[in-house]
């Protein structure tokens, strides 16, 4: 089928640890691959953040990029994108009636608005990635949220205009449904993992004689890495490292990477701490593999792919209990829950762990196994499609639809 992606902000050719850079890049572009490994014509509509740029690029992963011109070409933080999303959605209503493609993939809240704009009178069904929503990042970020103010409304727009939302855990079903979204229209399908990139077996980055934590994501509070620089003040002989943010020559002038700084200077364990930066994705197999632990500990995370990067690698990962991480962890299996925000039951967790050798393992490889049997592209991709028939593209024949 010919299937258009839109993602407005989260280019899939983006480097990945900026702050408007991360999981939904990364997820666009995975499953754009997967998606063409099955024989799909896909391309991805992003809003031209370059003039350099080239109206279209053909990836060598299978699928294409179409840079669409939406207000000045070059960069500006996604919540000043809401003006231009009508020039936006004209563009691609240019683009749709001249080849009209089988089904539109809207992700994020913008790209839906754009796409519902864009696809209004040529009959495209539309499907809904929200990533993240409005009213959970207002519930946990109070007046620090930059987000437009009709942000709220416009998602209940686009949630109830859609043909299908898919949700990328439970706990966003909850939300969808609070915001006016029916049930019968919501399919739960989660990100995904490379299992052929993440693997338990290959070379891992050096380490010494101390326990290693790691941490990955992008340099913003939300992502509450200060969260284990205060636990490892209860944990000797243990040393944490956090990818992620800016280039390693840009952390000195990066305020979250100094608020971190700070923190470790005043919890005693400044020596114990090393900001890495950003790490490439050549770089992140091997060192998941060097940590004993990964930690994901955000206020909130609307799903989450660092914990799977880490189970299929083989690593136990200890989590904040908290949005799509309660899904992909398994408490007592794959890792351990901790409550959002809590450095004392961080440490209490690790503890045991970190103690026991053979416990890591078990949950590395109940991990792995999880990793491999539900979280692979490929399968993610497959469960996609089948989201994309039942919001009207084709018959869904004899197979097996996604469970919503």
């Not at 996604?78 to 809207?106: I, N, S, Y």
């Not at 692979?376 to 197979?399: C, E, H, K, L, N």
Request: net charge neutral; glycine share 10%.
């Amino acid at each position: 089928m010919r299937i258009s992606m839109v993602s407005e902000h989260a280019s899939p050719l983006a480097a990945l640890g900026d702050v408007d850079s991360g999981g939904q890049n990364l997820h666009v572009a995975e499953l754009s691959a997967a998606l063409a490994r099955q024989g799909h014509d896909v391309v991805v509509y992003t809003r031209r953040a370059d003039p350099d740029l080239p109206t279209r690029v053909d990836t060598t992963l299978g699928f294409s990029v179409v840079h669409v011109p939406a207000g000045p070409p070059g960069p500006l933080p996604k919540d000043e994108l809401l003006p231009h999303m009508g020039e936006f959605a004209d563009t691609l209503a240019r683009e749709w009636r001249q080849r009209p493609p089988d089904v539109v993939h809207a992700h994020f809240w913008m790209s839906g608005l754009a796409s519902v704009l864009g696809a209004d009178g040529i009959g495209v069904p539309v499907v809904q990635t929200f990533h993240a929503l409005g009213s959970v990042k207002r519930r946990h970020q109070g007046e620090h949220d930059t987000s437009p103010a009709g942000r709220p409304r416009l998602e209940r727009l686009v949630g109830r205009t859609a043909s299908r939302v898919l949700a990328t855990c439970s706990d966003e079903v909850f939300e969808l449904v609070r915001m006016g979204v029916p049930r019968s229209r919501i399919s739960v399908v989660p990100c995904g993992v490379d299992v052929r990139q993440f693997t338990p077996s290959g070379p891992a980055a050096a380490r010494g004689q101390r326990h290693r934590l790691l941490a990955v994501g992008r340099l913003v509070p939300r992502k509450g890495f200060d969260i284990p620089i205060e636990a490892l003040a209860r944990l000797p002989h243990t040393e944490l490292l956090i990818a992620g943010g800016p280039q390693p020559s840009g952390l000195s002038s990066d305020a979250e990477a100094r608020r971190l700084r700070q923190v470790a200077i005043r919890c005693g364990v400044n020596d114990r701490v090393t900001l890495l930066g950003q790490k490439s994705r050549e770089e992140m197999p091997a060192l998941l593999r060097s940590a004993d632990v990964v930690v994901c500990t955000p206020w909130y995370e609307p799903f989450g792919i660092v914990p799977l990067e880490a189970m299929a690698c083989g690593v136990p990962v200890v989590a904040a209990a908290t949005g799509g991480l309660t899904d992909t962890v398994v408490d007592g299996v794959t890792g351990k829950h901790v409550p959002p925000r809590d450095a004392v039951a961080l440490a209490r967790a690790l503890r045991p762990l970190l103690d026991d050798p053979t416990l890591r393992a078990a949950y590395g490889a109940a991990g792995c196994d999880r990793a491999h049997a539900r979280y692979s592209w490929d399968r993610i991709a497959t469960d996609t499609t089948q989201v994309y028939r039942r919001a009207g593209v084709m018959p869904a024949g004899s197979a097996l639809e996604v469970s919503s």
